[in-house]
Nanobody, 124 residues
Framework: QVQLVESGGGLVQAGGSLRLTCTAS????????MGWFRQAPGKEREFVAA????????LYADSVKGRFTISRDNAKNTVYLQMSTLKPEDTAVYYC?????????????????WGQGTQVTVSS
């Protein structure tokens, strides 16, 4: 059974940093493209960042480019989202998602596996 568990969310002031972690089990992690998405209250889920199963190919939403960095550690079955210079508009529940042999795409419907989410709140 595939499980994705996010952690690392919390409350931070604007301008601060957080690192989100998503740990996977029940799959061959190195064969999966991974994505991060977020959903703010009253808004649709939106793409944040993605990394290909082979690594070395990252994709970012324009709103986070230059502030967020996605990375993966296949030995730990983990994908990270380092978030810096956080803004109040980054407040949302953040989800990680997995797609077998995925190129790291922004399209949510490409990902069959999702975590339960972790809350990030940025105060002004």
């Amino acid at each position: 059974q595939v499980q994705l568990v996010e952690s690392g969310g919390g409350l931070v002031q604007a301008g601060g940093s957080l690192r989100l972690t998503c740990t996977a089990s029940g799959l061959t992690f190195s064969s999966y493209g991974m994505g991060w998405f977020r959903q703010a209250p009253g808004k649709e889920r939106e793409f944040v960042a993605a990394i290909a199963w082979r690594g070395g190919s990252d994709l970012y939403a324009d709103s986070v480019k230059g502030r967020f960095t996605i990375s993966r550690d296949n030995a730990k079955n983990t994908v990270y989202l380092q978030m810096s210079t956080l803004k109040p508009e980054d407040t949302a529940v953040y989800y990680c998602a997995a797609e077998v042999l995925g190129p790291g795409t922004r399209w949510a419907d490409r990902y069959p596996y999702w975590g339960q989410g972790t809350q990030v709140t940025v105060s002004s």
